[in-house]
């Protein structure tokens, strides 16, 4: 019985460690699987999914105006789909994902970030929230010790960003996993 996973964190969560982990685990069992990432997440190489602890696999790009289905079907048969950087997919494409778990009885791991710099949702993470059979928190800490539910994205001085578009590629050197109280205290302090 296959289900579609969303598996979410914070920046710096080990998200796409994770991933790669889970694709080993299915692989060391002789499972084939379709790694997949958005054409969005350039960060590594357009083909790379890599953790921050430097593990890496290549995986197929999908564009916004690709159908995955069709996609799925060219790439061949496969035991399970695990996708990164989730949240960058279209929500067309999570549910053309859906209709893959239901169809093709094929389990889909989705890993992402839930929530922009913002923490307004992005459109893929959405559509997940609301299709997932599962949904999993992978938890990660603020700086004070409590769990960072926000992606607070800063300059290059360490100043929280508030405005800018909603997609700004980048790592430790662009944004930090905070709790909610740290961000909005660090803003109140930068406006004071």
């Known amino acids: 019985m296959a289900k579609l996973y969303f598996k979410y964190g914070a920046m710096g969560s080990s998200k796409s460690a ?3 982990i889970t694709q080993f685990n299915y692989e060391e069992l002789g499972m084939t699987v379709w790694l997949i990432k958005p054409s969005t997440d350039t960060r590594d190489g357009a083909d790379i999914i890599r953790s921050r602890i430097g593990l890496a696999r290549h995986a197929e790009i999908i564009t916004p105006e690709q159908n995955i289905i069709d996609a799925y079907h ?40 839930r ?11 959405q559509r997940l929230m609301e299709l997932a059979d599962s949904l999993t928190e992978i938890k990660t800490v603020c700086a004070c010790g409590r769990k960072a539910t926000v992606n ?41």
């Open 152 to 192: 607070a994205r800063i300059d290059g001085s360490g100043r929280i960003v508030t405005e800018g578009a909603q997609v700004l590629l980048g790592g430790n050197d662009s944004y930090v996993a905070m709790c909610h109280k740290c961000w909005k205290k660090k803003i109140r302090e930068q406006q004071g």
């Open 18 to 20: 994770q991933a790669l």
């Open 74 to 113: 060219a790439a061949g048969k496969h035991d399970v789909i695990i996708a990164d950087e989730a949240q960058f997919f279209t929500p067309k494409q999570i549910d053309q994902l859906r209709e893959l778990v239901d169809d093709e009885d094929l389990p889909v791991l989705c890993f992402g970030l």
């Open 115 to 125: 929530t922009d710099f913002l923490t307004h949702f992005f459109p893929g993470a």
